[in-house]
């Protein structure tokens, strides 16, 4: 079993959506814990790579899943999908895409925070 903190536990909890069953396996939050550190890890390598952190900014489809009766879930899902577009740019050595990356992931943490409180992200 993985160690993990309250952020990992809260990105768990928020992995469902609030109106839904959420059934506890151990197995479930050490995945939902892994997931929540390759996004930190993730964040660590772009700023690196980038020599700076950029502003965070809402995207739209953050934005929309959570004006859509609170869907955290579909949040999380975007958050994952701009971890994924980030990755292909700094392999890639798409600067422009990858600062986009981290400012997306960083305002949807900000955005999210009252919520999940993962303002953690933010202040990478």
């Known amino acids: ?9 809260r990105w768990y909890l928020g992995s469902a959506h ?15 814990a892994v997931a929540f550190r390759r ?7 772009a700023i690196e790579n980038m020599g ?3 502003e965070p900014a809402i995207s739209t489809g ?6 859509d009766d609170l869907a ?9 999908e701009e971890m994924r577009l980030g990755n292909v740019a700094l392999s890639q050595g798409d600067m422009s895409q990858l600062e986009s990356s981290v400012q ?13 409180m993962i303002r953690h992200l933010v202040e990478q």
Not at 1 to 9: A, D, K, P, R, S
């Open 104 to 116: 997306t992931i960083r305002g949807a943490s900000m955005f999210s925070d009252a919520i999940l």
């Open 62 to 67: 953050f934005a929309d899943a959570m004006n």
């Open 72 to 80: 955290v879930p579909q949040g999380l899902a975007q958050i994952a």
């Open 18 to 32: 609030y109106r839904s069953m959420l059934e506890y396996s151990a197995e479930a939050l050490d995945e939902s």
């Open 1 to 9: 079993m993985v160690e993990f903190g309250g952020i990992e536990l």
């Open 52 to 54: 700076r952190n950029p």
């Open 39 to 45: 996004i930190e890890s993730f964040l660590h390598r």
